[in-house]
T-cell receptor, first 113, second 115 residues
Framework: GQQLNQSPQSMFIQEGEDVSMNCTSSSIFNTWLWYKQDPGEGPVLLIALYKAGELTSNGRLTAQFGITRKDSFLNISASIPSDVGIYFCAGQLRGGATNKLIFGTGTLLAVQP | GAVVSQHPSRVICKSGTSVKIECRSL??????MFWYRQFPKQSLMLMATSNEGSKATYEQGVEKDKFLINHASLTLSTLTVTSAHPEDSSFYICSAGEGSKETQYFGPGTRLLVL
């Protein structure tokens, strides 16, 4: 199935550092979503973006919907150990026959105390 | 709000048996639910879209006769893995679309191990 290109694949950082990851697609979407998945759990929604150019924050997390509608980035400021997990972007094309999500390949984040 | 549950959380079964997994939206109604499969160290792959009151839409390569989906109400969808084989062992996750924007919220997943 189709997947979005997400980078970096993994990151190993020190507590307190800022983190940035991005997602690109060859197709346009009208919604971008960022999820975090802990081992053995389902993904948890972090931020939803519904408009090109939109910049949205959720605590220490900030995400932007690219102007071209083909990309998005997620920033985490002042990382803490509980930020450890796998982060997935997902693009959604709402309003058509289906609202299905296309997922990115994931970014594994490890935070050393 | 926007809580989705799954049952069971894990199941072990013998090869050839069928397994049913339930997905419920607890505090909202979902016209559309989705079923994903995730193999270790991989991303989520959509298997099918479950529409309340109508037939599910399956992704290419997913056998509809093997993975039976029923969406009988606005809060419940079920996935039945029929005649399960070891290669069906995986992490199955459902999601439900909430609100006018159909934002997808995920269940906690079901770990299936077929012996």
């Amino acid at each position: 199935g189709q997947q979005l290109n997400q980078s970096p694949q993994s990151m190993f950082i020190q507590e307190g550092e800022d983190v940035s990851m991005n997602c690109t697609s060859s197709s346009i979407f009208n919604t971008w979503l960022w999820y975090k998945q802990d081992p053995g759990e389902g993904p948890v929604l972090l931020i939803a973006l519904y408009k090109a150019g939109e910049l949205t924050s959720n605590g220490r997390l900030t995400a932007q919907f690219g102007i071209t509608r083909k990309d998005s980035f997620l920033n985490i400021s002042a990382s803490i150990p509980s930020d450890v997990g796998i982060y997935f972007c997902a693009g959604q094309l709402r309003g058509g026959a289906t609202n299905k999500l296309i997922f990115g390949t994931g970014t594994l984040l490890a935070v050393q105390p | 709000g926007a809580v989705v549950s799954q049952h069971p959380s894990r199941v072990i079964c013998k090869s050839g048996t069928s397994v049913k997994i339930e997905c419920r939206s607890l505090d909202f109604q979902a016209t559309t639910m989705f079923w994903y499969r995730q193999f270790p160290k991989q991303s989520l792959m959509l298997m099918a879209t479950s529409n309340e009151g109508s037939k599910a839409t399956y992704e290419q390569g997913v056998e509809k006769d093997k993975f039976l989906i029923n969406h009988a109400s606005l809060t419940l969808s079920t996935l039945t893995v029929t005649s399960a084989h070891p290669e069906d062992s995986s992490f199955y996750i459902c999601s439900a679309g909430e609100g006018s924007k159909e934002t997808q919220y995920f269940g906690p997943g079901t770990r299936l191990l077929v012996l």
